[in-house]
């Protein structure tokens, strides 16, 4: 069995809206609702659990009612951090999945993931243990110090901005989430917390169109992308 997680607790703040950025309009339909129809149409993902904020899960069940999206198993309040509300979903998962069976995390607002993108980042997991989608960076990329001085200057071949599915076994995430929340580490990368019980992840190229919206800029490109290669 493939679960997916899908994660819409953020406030979306950075990006100025009065309401949850999944709830922005694009081509008269929110943004979960392109997230949602992606995995619904797709043969790999069986299940999907959405962790969403109180107030906004209501909102969500109009719209998987009304699109009648069937792979929709619960939606699991969130709670503050990304983090905390993934691990949250865990727990509720852990009575209903074995140990094997692959569990993809992704954002609510990386709408424009391609069905071979999923397709091969749970084929990469289920080969490597842990597999991620993240795409090379374009520019160079300069690591620095806490006063912004470079400390070094990474080779860009070898340099990728992450992106989600990311996916690994259940047995392998619960005993990261474990140790996280255990060590008080707090990570926006799902397979960073992997990288910290030993399991390194297989990195799946894909399209620079499978970017996240976090600013308002990002929903200007959303409705550009939406116009060009889906209509």
């Known amino acids: 069995m493939n679960y997916l997680i899908i994660t ?16 922005a309009d694009l081509n008269n339909q929110p943004l979960i609702y392109w997230t949602l129809k992606i995995f619904e149409d797709n043969q790999i993902v069986d299940k999907i659990i959405l962790s969403a904020r109180k107030e906004d899960i209501k909102k969500i069940n109009i719209i998987i009612k009304k699109h009648q999206f069937k792979k929709i198993m619960a939606i699991i309040e969130a709670s503050n951090l990304r983090q905390e509300s993934t691990f949250k979903v865990l727990k509720w998962l852990k009575s ?9 995390v992704h954002n609510a607002v990386n709408l424009f993931v391609s069905d071979k993108e999923i397709k091969e980042v749970y084929k ?11 795409y090379q960076a374009k ?4 690591i620095s110090n806490k006063k912004n001085i470079v400390e ?7 340099s990728w901005y992450a992106q989600t599915p990311q996916v690994a076994n259940f047995g392998d995430l619960w005993k990261a989430f474990i140790k996280a ?16 019980i030993g399991i390194k992840a297989k990195i799946v190229p894909c ?13 200007i490109l959303a409705k550009e992308v ?6």
């Open 226 to 231: 939406l116009k060009v290669f889906f209509t």
């Open 96 to 104: 209903k999945t074995d140990k094997k069976d692959l569990v993809g």
């Open 124 to 134: 990469a997991a289920k080969e490597y243990k842990a597999a991620l989608l993240a």
């Open 152 to 158: 070094f200057t990474p080779l860009r071949k070898f």
């Open 139 to 142: 520019d160079t990329v300069k």
């Open 181 to 196: 929340d255990k060590d008080k580490f707090i990570s926006t990368d799902d397979t960073q917390l992997l990288e910290r």
């Open 8 to 23: 819409a607790g953020g406030k979306g703040e950075r990006i100025k809206l009065k309401e949850n950025k999944i709830f």
């Open 207 to 219: 399209s620079y169109l499978n970017f996240k919206i976090t600013f308002p800029e990002d929903l």
